[in-house]
């Protein structure tokens, strides 16, 4: 007999399913063995034109890794985690162990249901400001070991709009990198990976950048950001684990904000320039190395579910 029951493991694919991922690509397969459940990393699953090192995929994993840990805490689990546990396994990013019974705490089943309702809001929020206590609560899920938020503040906004403004020069001429965008933008109910096409929004700040969207006006943009509550998320060092610890942080933060009825975007898009990456550093005097911006707000729309992978084609069974 299995020690998974059959709605246990329908549990644990739902919640891993439900995860954010780089262009909705869902670059990671289960494995389910006793007592533990193994997370791989799908190098088939590639984007060599928006990020040709694949750290958004090993992002993307960790944001599965948090799920994949909340299910089997709501189960009531205390779980034991290993990042990159086989150097034989390469692609084996995390081994999450069942080690004994122990309910879930308050956070963690707020968190856990928190997952199916999670979008990438890529749009406007709404005007009323967000409270201390609300940003407060976001950046604490965030923070852990290895991994920090830095808040911009309103000052910084004019630089961040100067490196926003020239990613969009540069990937509006790139068009092998215009081409990948376009194979995974995907129309609803027909594929199971990719973002719909409804949700790619003007690139302006939030979306992603397309051929047709234009260069933003350096005031509007400006204006834009220092309005918003942007949390960039920064790691100690800049190896494999670190990009599984940022994603899981990413998420942790993510469900947070949703659990508060707060929308939330993720922009990873400009980082992948070298030059953007290291000039956001430098401005920003950050200790660390900078993985994603995190656009934090109040929902101004209801936004769809993106699609999922096939349970067959996430969970590998034995
Ligand atoms: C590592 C990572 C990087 C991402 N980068 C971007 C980005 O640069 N721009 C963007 O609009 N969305 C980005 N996203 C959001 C994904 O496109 C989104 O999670 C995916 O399409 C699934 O949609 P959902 O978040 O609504 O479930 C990123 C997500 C992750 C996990």
Excluded at 50 to 57: L, V
Excluded at 133 to 152: F, K, N, P, T, Y
Excluded at 182 to 189: A, D, E, N
Excluded at 211 to 230: F, K, M, Q, S, Y
């Amino acid at each position: 007999m299995s020690f998974w029951s059959p709605i246990e493991v329908r549990t644990l694919f739902r919640a891993v399913a439900q995860a954010p991922s780089v262009h909705n690509s869902q670059p990671w397969v289960m494995e389910l063995h006793e007592r533990s459940v193994l997370l791989f990393e799908r190098w088939d699953v590639a984007l060599p034109h928006h990020e040709p090192k694949g750290r958004d995929r090993l992002l993307s994993c960790g944001a599965a890794l948090t799920n994949l840990r909340l299910a089997m805490r709501v189960m009531g689990w205390q779980v034991s985690t290993l990042l990159l546990p086989d150097p034989a396994q390469p692609d084996l990013v995390a081994t999450v162990t069942a080690v004994r019974r122990q309910p879930p705490t308050e956070t963690e089943a707020d968190w856990y249901a928190a997952i199916p309702e999670r979008r990438s809001h890529r749009y406007r929020f709404d005007d009323k400001p967000l409270t201390p206590h609300e940003i407060d609560a976001v950046e604490a899920a965030l923070v852990g070991e290895r991994v920090s938020s830095r808040r911009l503040a309103a000052d910084e906004a004019g630089m961040v709009a100067g490196l926003m403004e020239h990613t969009a020069e540069l990937l509006h001429h790139d068009h092998r990198y215009q081409r990948e965008l376009r194979s995974w933008t995907v129309r609803r109910g027909r594929d199971r990976a990719g973002i719909p096409v409804d949700q790619l929004t003007h690139g302006l700040f939030g979306g992603l950048v397309r051929l047709g969207d234009g260069v933003p006006d350096h005031e509007v943009l400006t204006a834009r950001i220092a309005d918003e509550c942007v949390l960039v998320v920064e790691t100690v060092d800049d190896g494999r684990r670190d990009h599984l610890i940022a994603g899981a942080a990413i998420e942790r933060a993510w469900l947070a904000a949703t659990h508060l009825g707060l929308a939330v975007s993720v922009i990873t898009q400009p980082l992948q320039l070298a030059e953007v990456r290291a000039g956001l550093s430098e401005r920003l005097h950050l200790p660390g190395f900078p993985h994603a911006l995190l656009r934090v707000g109040r929902p101004s729309l209801s936004v769809a579910a993106s699609p999922r992978r096939s349970f067959s084609d996430l969970v590998r069974t034995l």
